[in-house]
């Protein structure tokens, strides 16, 4: 059988097939990337969109879990210092109790308690970059303001609501506790005990005085509760962002597998490559020259 | 009785024999290079009879050439020449619309993220301006990406249809050529010159073929020749060449914005045409770039009305209720020109519809913004889905006719190597032939001095005598 006479364009098409061979192999040791374009792999690239908005989503539950954790710490902290505020009104209040102590005794330290007054309601107002902490929703709105009509002299101007934000598919916590449940709730009126406390150290009377500061101890142990609940809030936080940081390795190691080239393939087919193109180069060396012409010239 | 004059005419016709076939040699190594060229073989025979019928062993006679060439495997190699002009056309531009979806770091895909990250961070700080601007500025983002993806179909589209005209200017100018060459050969046949064979056009022939598979490369072809009237029209039947006379098509603009193609009697045959770097262009800009466009404007109409709709349940900063986020181009029902067309509605961040019960630091409607993302638009599935199902039909029709390509290409190859096989020059080939007929003609020119010494021979005995 009669054989293609022209070499050369069978060994043409050898050397650039060889070369983009190698062009491949060094690309995709370089980038380290097995599929740079939707056609490398369609099936892995969509599923790399996928992963990667779902990476999205990691980080966004993340940023929000940090978000929520920061503004329970601050609320946390706030009630804290209520709690110390409450405390110290708890060893006035016993203090006043004792019948031996004159009027103006009992003037002072229902002053030392309207200072304690004036520290926990700074702490009911706490704002953070302009957002009040315990005004529910009406995150604009000053929550507590003196008002002589109110029970506990001083009226709620949030809302009993609270905002929602989502840490995980599926899964949404409760951003902020509203300030009525914590300040002046029936379970335990912090603001309302205090004002009942000032009160009745300016009447004198050591009944009023005993009531007042068992309702300061109960407010004490309301706030005990809340801050429970904030504790659980950032526990739940904590956990959630563990298995968020998991799940951003898997999704990482998930992309990887999907695009990514291993760097040993890569390598070996770098290798390959190599060889093939060696071997193309010196096959051309060795058959183009060949002729006829070259054994008849003497 | 053979006679010494007549043996002198036998050895003078050898040597114009071979002289001849030095000459076809000559030729054939002349043209070792050619494109096209299919080498020539020496039509020898032994003279039986002389020209009076009579007497044996007349000798050589030289028939002049046989081009050695393969109608079938040409023809093969035509189709397969068509398949790859076309493939490579849609190839080029699948590459080119690919780019715009490759990266997964900017583009629709992130955009999508980016903007439900944004909105994400409205649940814990509703009032915060930086993070509605960060939100607003996101889906501004978001419609500046489906812009693009837009852009990106409708400039492949624009280029695959630039090149048309000029595709068919060249296959009218190479159908002009053939029927020129188609003449060349009737005179030929006609004054039987065509290189001292009937049946040959030698390199005409070479040069029609070559012609023919230029021509195959933009556009495929039927060729329907018979030795009279070769013809040859387009793979739906439309006449370039009948005969000696071209048939030009025609190209205007049509009322789609889109060049369309008639044939001489003015029908449009664009939908037909089929085959070569013109189907190629034709298959892309009017079948699968479209039915990409109609998948994004699909996605970019339903992902804006499903914002929209969470965008309306919920109220503003100044507590009323939210208006539309996007606006959508006035559509026909199936979403035409949406994601070219599509618009960011809202223009101040206190627009985003982030409380749903019209305070101003609620964040209850960022939870009906967020359902977007996981809830089926009207196509079946979510939005993220949805584009990556999208990048994946890319990937895949780009993936798919690159591997046809390939496919087809090493098919060519190897037809291409096999008529080589068959029709190339080899250099070892004819240099052996060189040798060949140098001998022959150097061993005729030896019967003649041999038959000359004999004659002087003769002479010589005759005036000894």
Not at chain 1, 124 to 132: E, F, H, K, R, V
């Amino acid at each position: 059988m009669r054989v293609d006479p022209n070499q050369y364009t069978s060994v043409n098409a050898a050397i650039q097939q060889t070369e983009q061979s190698l062009g491949t192999a060094m690309n995709q040791l370089s980038s380290g990337k097995r599929v740079s374009a939707p056609s490398d792999d369609p099936l892995a690239f969509a599923a790399d969109v996928q992963s990667l908005a779902a990476s999205a989503n990691v980080d966004r539950y993340t940023r929000n879990a940090d978000a929520v954790i920061t503004q329970a710490q601050m609320a946390d902290s706030a009630l804290s210092s209520v709690v110390t505020s409450l405390t110290r009104a708890v060893s006035l209040g016993t203090e006043g109790g004792d019948g031996t102590l004159t009027t103006d005794q009992r003037a002072v330290l229902a002053q030392q308690v309207q200072g304690l007054l004036a520290n926990v309601l700074t702490q009911a107002n706490l704002t953070s970059n302009g957002t009040a902490l315990f005004a529910g929703t009406a995150s604009t709105t000053t929550p507590f303001v003196a008002d002589t009509t109110a029970a506990s002299g001083y009226a709620y101007q949030g809302n009993s609501d609270s905002n929602q934000a989502q840490v995980g598919d599926g899964l949404a916590v409760t951003v902020n506790i509203p300030g009525d449940s914590i300040f002046t709730s029936s379970s335990g009126n912090v603001l309302g005990s205090l004002q009942g406390m000032v009160t009745a150290l300016q009447s004198g009377s050591t009944s009023d005085i005993a009531d007042a500061t068992a309702a300061v101890s109960s407010a004490i142990s309301h706030v005990g509760q809340v801050r429970v609940l904030y504790g659980n809030t950032v526990n739940q936080l904590n956990a959630e962002n563990d298995y968020l940081s998991q799940e951003t390795i898997s999704l990482t190691s998930q992309q990887q597998s999907l695009v990514s080239m291993d760097t040993a393939t890569a390598a070996t087919n770098l290798t390959q490559a190599q060889t093939a193109e060696n071997a193309v180069l010196a096959m051309a060396a060795k058959v183009l020259p060949t002729s006829l012409l070259n054994y008849l010239q003497n | 009785m053979v006679g010494l004059n007549s043996t002198l005419t036998l050895a003078s016709g050898a040597l114009s024999a071979d002289s001849g076939a030095l000459a076809i040699t000559n030729n054939n190594i002349a043209n070792v290079n050619t494109t096209g060229y299919s080498r020539q073989i020496v039509n020898l025979s032994a003279d039986a009879l002389d020209s009076a019928g009579t007497s044996q062993d007349n000798g050589v006679s030289f028939g002049g050439f046989t081009s050695v060439r393969d109608a079938v495997l040409q023809l093969g190699i035509q189709q397969k020449t068509s398949d790859a002009g076309s493939l490579n056309a849609q190839s080029a531009l699948w590459s080119q619309i690919e780019t715009g979806f490759s990266s997964t770091s900017s583009g629709l895909g992130s955009s999508l993220s980016n903007l439900f990250s944004a909105f994400s961070g409205l649940s814990t700080t509703p009032g915060d301006d930086a993070a509605r601007q960060s939100a607003l500025s996101s889906a501004s983002n978001l419609v500046d990406a489906f812009h693009q993806a837009a852009a990106t179909l409708s400039s492949a589209q624009t280029q695959a249809d630039a090149g048309v005209s000029a595709t068919v200017a060249q296959i009218n100018q190479l159908s002009k050529e053939i029927a020129g060459l188609d003449g060349q050969l009737s005179t030929l046949a006609a004054s039987g010159q065509d290189g001292g064979s009937a049946q040959d056009g030698g390199s005409i022939q070479d040069q029609r073929d070559t012609l023919t598979a230029q021509l195959a490369q933009l556009t495929g072809l039927s060729s329907t020749s018979t030795q009279s009237t070769p013809s040859l029209s387009t793979a739906n039947g439309s006449p370039l060449v009948i005969g000696q006379t071209a048939f030009a098509l025609q190209v205007s603009q049509g009322a789609d914005g889109k060049t369309h193609i008639f044939d001489s009697q003015g029908q449009d045959i664009t939908a037909s045409l089929t085959g070569g770097s013109l189907g190629g262009a034709l298959t892309m800009r009017d079948s699968s770039i479209p039915q990409l466009s109609t998948t994004l404007d699909g996605f970019a109409s339903q992902f804006a009305a499903a914002m929209n709709t969470a965008q309306t349940t919920g109220y503003d900063a100044n507590g009323s209720p939210g208006q539309a986020m996007f606006n959508l181009p006035s559509l026909s029902t199936d979403g035409t020109g949406a994601a070219a067309g599509i618009t960011l509605a809202l223009t101040s961040t206190s627009a985003l519809a982030i409380s749903s019960d019209g305070t101003a630091g609620n964040s209850g409607n960022v939870a009906n913004l967020l359902a977007v993302q996981t809830q089926a638009l009207s196509s079946g599935q979510n939005p993220t889905d949805t584009y990556a199902s999208f990048v994946e039909t890319i990937g895949n029709g780009s993936a798919s006719v690159t591997g046809n390509l390939n496919a087809t290409q090493s098919a060519l190859t190897q037809l291409t190597t096999q008529q080589a096989s068959e029709s190339g020059v080899s250099i070892d080939e004819e240099t052996t032939n060189l040798l060949r007929y140098q001998q022959a003609y150097t061993a005729a020119a030896k019967v003649i001095s041999t038959i000359n010494s004999l004659y002087t021979t003769l002479m010589n005995m005759s005036s000894a005598a």
